[in-house]
């Protein structure tokens, strides 16, 4: 019997699931892909923030695989909210891809004024990075946004890199380092959520990569602390154990910024109680000018 694996209908998404599926059958594991339509999808006309955050891309897979329409689905990790519904595990992590953003212009990179974003945290990692730059919100899957620069909305926009990779695309850019643009939580990464079904789970795990999950937990374990949510400006890359989360205000004028080695997920929690506590100002700034209440 086919694993009924859910993906968004977006060229990426059923890029990373075609990924999945290829990986699956190399084990001898039959797949089926079904597309499920999100919020995320639908309403594009307004920035994440103000319809729920990256959580809108992964509800309705979420309430398809316990619904029993599909056994399982893929995601960008770095979607996946938080707090996950009982019932619903993370099967595997596959191997990260680049973690870092990508600045993709038109023309020469001294000419860039303005660029597009729909990132509060690559919006105030831009604007410290250069004060004059002035940012436009930017929605819609990665072919959109280049055919919005192409059509001269924007001089430049900010994209996962790895995102281009598993498209196949390339364009002219450059590679943002992920120690100074720290990425959002568990960027760069593909992960495989189920129903907590132990014979899935077990066959969804020839995909796991160790190293990739224990970073990636390392991650989750300091934003579940830290707070803020995609409303927030914050960065959290661990690679190999060394961690650096940093918050900024909105406007990319203040940083509260950590860097450090973690061994354990009970250490990355307590880095995250720390930050937050440094940062408490930031975060409620952040909750106050967006108009969101916490």
Same mark, same amino acid.
């Given at each position: 019997?086919?694993? @009924?694996?859910?993906?968004?209908?977006?060229?990426? &998404?059923?890029?990373?699931?075609?990924?999945?599926?290829?990986?699956?059958?190399?084990?001898?594991? #039959?797949?089926?892909?079904?597309?499920?339509?999100?919020?995320?999808?639908?309403?594009?006309?307004?920035?994440?923030?103000?319809?729920?955050?990256?959580?809108?891309?992964? $509800?309705?897979?979420?309430? /398809?695989?316990?619904?029993?329409?599909?056994?399982? /689905?893929?995601?960008?990790?770095? #979607?996946?909210?938080?707090?996950?519904?009982?019932?619903?595990?993370?099967?595997?992590?596959?191997?990260?891809?680049?973690?870092?953003?990508?600045?993709?212009?038109?023309?020469?990179?001294?000419?860039?004024?303005?660029?597009?974003?729909?990132?509060?945290? @690559?919006?105030?990692?831009?604007?410290?990075?250069?004060?004059?730059?002035?940012?436009? #919100?930017?929605?819609?899957?990665?072919?959109?946004?280049?055919?919005?620069?192409?059509?001269?909305?924007?001089d430049a926009i900010l994209v996962a890199e790895a995102g281009l990779t598993r498209l196949g695309i390339r364009i002219p850019g450059e590679r943002l380092s992920p120690? $100074?643009?720290? %990425?959002? %939580?568990?960027?760069?990464?593909?992960?495989?959520?189920?129903?907590?079904?132990p014979s899935l789970m077990e066959e969804l795990s020839v995909l796991d990569h160790p190293r990739t999950r224990t970073d990636v937990a390392i991650e989750r374990a300091?934003?579940?602390?830290?707070?803020?949510?995609?409303?927030?400006?914050?960065?959290?890359?661990?690679?190999?154990?060394?961690?650096? &989360?940093?918050?900024?205000?909105?406007?990319?004028?203040?940083?509260? $910024?950590?860097?450090? #080695?973690?061994?354990?997920?009970?250490?990355?929690?307590e880095q995250g109680l720390l930050l937050h506590a440094r940062a408490q100002d930031l975060i409620d700034e952040a909750y106050r000018k967006l108009g969101i209440t916490?």
């Amino acid at each position: 019997m086919s694993i @009924r694996i859910g993906t968004r209908g977006s060229k990426l &998404a059923l890029a990373q699931t075609s990924i999945v599926c290829k990986k699956l059958t190399a084990h001898g594991i #039959d797949t089926e892909q079904v597309i499920i339509t999100t919020q995320g999808d639908t309403t594009t006309g307004v920035p994440l923030h103000e319809i729920g955050g990256q959580g809108v891309f992964v $509800r309705a897979l979420d309430d /398809a695989i316990l619904a029993g329409t599909i056994d399982c /689905a893929v995601h960008s990790m770095k #979607d996946i909210p938080a707090y996950r519904p009982s019932g619903i595990v993370t099967a595997a992590v596959l191997r990260r891809d680049s973690p870092a953003d990508y600045l993709a212009y038109k023309g020469s990179l001294h000419t860039v004024k303005v660029i597009g974003t729909s990132s509060t945290r @690559r919006r105030a990692q831009m604007l410290r990075h250069d004060p004059e730059i002035i940012t436009k #919100d930017l929605r819609g899957n990665v072919d959109t946004r280049i055919r919005k620069m192409s059509a001269g909305q924007y001089d430049a926009i900010l994209v996962a890199e790895a995102g281009l990779t598993r498209l196949g695309i390339r364009i002219p850019g450059e590679r943002l380092s992920p120690e $100074r643009f720290v %990425p959002a %939580p568990n960027q760069g990464t593909i992960a495989v959520v189920s129903r907590a079904d132990p014979s899935l789970m077990e066959e969804l795990s020839v995909l796991d990569h160790p190293r990739t999950r224990t970073d990636v937990a390392i991650e989750r374990a300091v934003m579940e602390k830290l707070g803020g949510g995609c409303f927030t400006p914050l960065g959290i890359y661990c690679n190999s154990g060394h961690l650096i &989360a940093e918050v900024l205000s909105l406007e990319g004028t203040r940083t509260e $910024r950590l860097e450090t #080695d973690v061994r354990s997920i009970e250490q990355a929690r307590e880095q995250g109680l720390l930050l937050h506590a440094r940062a408490q100002d930031l975060i409620d700034e952040a909750y106050r000018k967006l108009g969101i209440t916490p």
